[in-house]
Every structure is written in C-alpha cells, then in structure tokens.
C-alpha cells in the first residue's frame, strides 16, 4: 500500500445507516460541512445494511487512498468496522451519533460534529494506541470488540435493547433490564487461564475492555484502554432481592467490594456458558466456548 500525501488525501467517512433512526445520517451532514470548511476532502462510506456497509469499508480501505476513517455512529458501528484488517491498519476518529457510545465515553468525545472534528484533526498528528479485544469462536472464526464481550445476564439484556425499535438511548438498556429480571436465572459459567480455573453459578462473566456497557453502567471502573490488559467481571448467583441491591450498586460504580463480584485483570481466558449467546459492542457474536486475548495497541484512534 503506497504512502498518500496527508494534506491532499481524503477521510473516509462512514454512517452508520441504521444509526438511532437516521441520527448518523443528520450527524454525517455537519460532519462533511466541518470537514469542506477544513478543506479536507472526504469520502462517504455506508451502506444498504451492516453487511453491505462493511463491505464497503472493505473496498475503500483496500484502495490505499484515505489518510483515516471518521466513525458517525455508536458501538455497533465501531464493532462492525474493526472486522475489517485493513480499516484497523488506518487511524479512526469517531463522532459519537449512536443508541450506545461507551466506547466513545471513554474519551470523553464530543457528540457535536464540529467540535468532534475539531479533536480528530487535532489529534491527526499525534494519535493514540489503544488496544481492543479478540474472541475466537468454535467455528474458527475471529471476532474482534472494542469495549466489551458480555456473556451471560448484560448479554441478554442487550438483546432485549436490540429488539426494542426506537431512538431511546441508554433507555433502551433500562427497559431491557426490567424485561430480563423478570425471567432472571443463574448461569454457569467455567473460568481458565489468567484467571485460574474455576467454574461457578451466576449472572455474568464479561470481559471488559472499557469502563462501561450498556450505554454507560460502570461495569469495570478501573478499566483502562492502554494498560494492555482485559478486565473479567464475574458476578455470581444472588436472590431476586439482593440481586435488586447488586445491579444498583454495578449501575452507581460502586460495586468492587460486593462479595458476588470478583474483577481480574486478564491478558487471556478462556469462558465456558453452555448454549449462552455473547454480545459484543452491542450486537450478537455466537455461541462458545470463548477464548479472548488483548491486542495491545491494536487500534489507532484520532482522540
């Protein structure tokens, strides 16, 4: 891939198109504004639907021509494009514009398109390394994740969210929430390599990359994108009374000196969760058994 002048060299620009109901795309438009106001060229990247959009990415990456991509959209958009090896060999500044931006909340980003291009141009000559999580699945496939691989209670809490079709935010995780206590059930879960080797009875076992999930609950809150190290949160069985007393206390932060919750600094592990459906940046990965490890680094983010 042959080096491109920065200062002629467009941006591609990526909408999510299915972002909280055509925000990316009202996003997308000062995006372009800010960026010809810049006189810095731009590309728009989206698509008929995720797979479409990603494969659009694909194709523009793989030309050599852009200096970086500018994320417009949530996690979701976030996970779907650092699929893609050549778009994570580009730096990436993101405007946050989705129902989820934990990942985004991390850096404290702007969510005002003109004030979120100003900080990626600034940050173009000195970028950060941030590392980003990797799952290998069964089936031989491989599946990287930004902020976290949820399995277990927040996974299906996550895709109670999914299913519910309005721009209602963090909102959307609440109702979720509510929906799934009222079928709440322990899981089981087995635990190798970092972490040691164990298997309990409980509501998750999530690995944490980022501080937050589920559009801002502080499930790991001494997590750190540059530490070059994932963060298991275990939280195992409680009633339906104290677990009411457990996710007020996860949903505040103030969780690590709960005696059902245990937090490990991890650089691999391996989960076992039965038939359980992991999530990751808010959208579904497969069934298991999950063998995650950190990639140190592996994301250069204009922020």
């Known amino acids: 891939m042959g080096a491109v002048p920065s200062n002629t060299a467009p941006f591609g620009v990526v909408v999510n198109p299915r972002s909280a109901l055509g925000r990316g795309a009202r996003s997308a438009k000062k995006v372009l504004r800010a960026l010809e106001r810049a006189s810095i060229p731009a590309r728009v990247i989206t698509g008929r639907d995720a797979i479409h959009c990603q494969q659009?990415?694909?194709?523009?990456?793989?030309?050599?021509?852009?200096?970086?991509?500018?994320?417009?959209?949530?996690?979701?958009?976030?996970?779907?494009?650092?699929?893609?090896?050549?778009?994570?060999?580009l730096p990436i500044g993101i405007v946050p514009a989705g129902s989820g931006n934990d990942f985004a909340s991390q850096f404290a980003l702007s969510h005002h398109p003109a004030r979120a291009i100003a900080r990626?141009?600034?940050?173009?000559?000195?970028?950060q390394r941030v590392d980003l999580g990797v799952v290998s699945?069964?089936?031989?496939?491989?599946?990287?994740f930004a902020g976290a691989l949820n399995v277990g209670f927040d996974a299906a809490i996550n895709r109670r969210a999914n299913a519910i079709g309005l721009p209602l935010g963090p909102l959307?995780?609440?109702?979720?929430?509510?929906?799934?206590?009222?079928?709440?059930?322990?899981?089981?879960?087995?635990?190798?390599g970092d972490a040691g080797e164990r298997t309990f009875s409980g509501l998750l076992a999530t690995v944490m990359n980022?501080?937050?999930v589920g559009g801002g609950i502080p499930l790991a809150p001494r997590a750190s994108?540059?530490?070059?190290?994932?963060?298991?949160?275990?939280?195992?069985?409680?009633?339906?009374?104290?677990?009411?007393?457990?996710l007020g206390r996860l949903a505040r932060g103030t969780h690590e000196s709960l005696p059902e919750v245990t937090i490990t600094k991890v650089r691999h592990i391996r989960i076992?969760?039965?038939?359980?459906?992991?999530?990751?940046?808010?959208?579904?990965?497969?069934?298991?058994?999950f063998e995650v490890h950190i990639a140190p680094g592996a994301l250069t983010l204009l922020a």
């Open 56 to 89: 659009r990415v694909r194709e523009e990456c793989q030309t050599g021509e852009l200096r970086g991509l500018i994320l417009i959209g949530g996690d979701g958009l976030i996970g779907l494009v650092i699929q893609v090896p050549e778009a994570r060999d």
């Open 120 to 127: 990626i141009l600034a940050a173009e000559p000195r970028p």
């Open 137 to 144: 699945l069964p089936n031989g496939r491989t599946h990287w």
């Open 172 to 192: 959307r995780y609440q109702l979720g929430l509510l929906a799934e206590l009222t079928v709440l059930k322990s899981r089981r879960f087995t635990i190798s």
């Open 210 to 212: 980022t501080r937050a």
């Open 225 to 246: 994108v540059t530490d070059g190290e994932l963060n298991l949160v275990e939280v195992t069985h409680a009633g339906k009374l104290r677990v009411l007393s457990v």
């Open 272 to 289: 076992e969760a039965d038939a359980e459906i992991a999530y990751s940046d808010g959208e579904p990965v497969g069934t298991g058994p």
